[in-house]
């Protein structure tokens, strides 16, 4: 399959999962939650993912030999842990201590997953383009929803605003690099893995913040 073609269609089946979570949206788009304790325990959880993410993007760059790539993840690095001071800053402003978090198996096994990628075309399908598309989909239905308290919506605006900035550059990378049978078969696989983990990462969110499941 042509590069271009495969990245539309990866690009296809995020856009799918997407719209398989709009019927019950999860805890982790704050838009069904109804109490601030709720929201502290998303914006927790989504700060440890911030922190994760920079660590895996930065763990990526010695084995990247793109050197467009390597930039590109370097620069992610840094972006996600001005993420996490706007996360922290918003839970702080609520007494929330901001670290006072346990992650979720899900939650582990989905990042743990990502660091073991090893291809540059499966790891930038599987996370930045299949994980942080289907996060941002839900940040931009929150900020929409005009429901969500504005000491959540304000430290998103500004993600949000972060990801619109860089454009579609995962999806730039699988048109340039995505050119194998090899290569492809591989993204494809690490982004259905993607999404596995994630719904069972929104699946222990919710169980955490409306039953209080703990592990
Ligand atoms: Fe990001
Ligand atoms: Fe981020």
């Known amino acids: 399959m042509d590069s271009r073609e495969f990245a539309q269609s990866i690009e296809h089946q995020v856009t799918e999962f997407c719209k398989t979570l709009d019927g019950k949206l999860p805890a982790y788009s704050y838009i069904p939650l109804t109490t601030d304790e709720a929201r502290i325990r998303v914006m927790q959880s989504r700060l440890?993912?911030?922190?994760?993410?920079?660590?895996?993007?930065?763990?990526?760059?010695?084995?990247?030999?793109?050197?467009?790539?390597?930039?590109?993840?370097?620069?992610?690095?840094?972006?996600?842990?001005?993420?996490?001071?706007?996360?922290?800053?918003?839970?702080?402003?609520?007494?929330?201590?901001?670290?006072?978090?346990?992650?979720?198996?899900?939650?582990?096994?989905?990042?743990?997953a990502f660091e073991g990628l090893t291809d540059t075309v499966e790891r930038i399908a599987a996370f930045p383009m299949a994980g942080e598309g289907v996060a941002d989909y839900l940040i931009a239905k929150s900020l929409k929803a005009g429901t969500v308290p504005s000491w959540v919506t304000g430290p998103y605006q500004r993600i949000h605003e972060d990801e619109a900035e860089h454009g579609n550059y995962p999806f730039e990378i699988l048109v340039k690099y995505a050119t194998t049978p090899e290569r492809q078969g591989r993204a494809a696989r690490a982004v259905a893995m993607s999404l596995a983990l994630r719904r069972g990462y929104f699946d222990n969110l919710d169980r955490w913040v409306y039953e209080g499941k703990s592990y």
Do not use: C
């Not at 920079?54 to 620069?75: C, N, R």
């Not at 996360?87 to 899900?106: C, F, M, N, V």
């Open 48 to 112: 440890f993912n911030e922190i994760r993410a920079g660590e895996i993007f930065g763990g990526w760059l010695k084995s990247t030999p793109e050197l467009d790539v390597k930039k590109t993840l370097a620069e992610a690095t840094h972006e996600e842990y001005e993420h996490a001071e706007f996360l922290e800053e918003a839970l702080r402003s609520k007494g929330a201590t901001p670290y006072d978090y346990q992650p979720l198996p899900a939650q582990i096994a989905m990042f743990n």
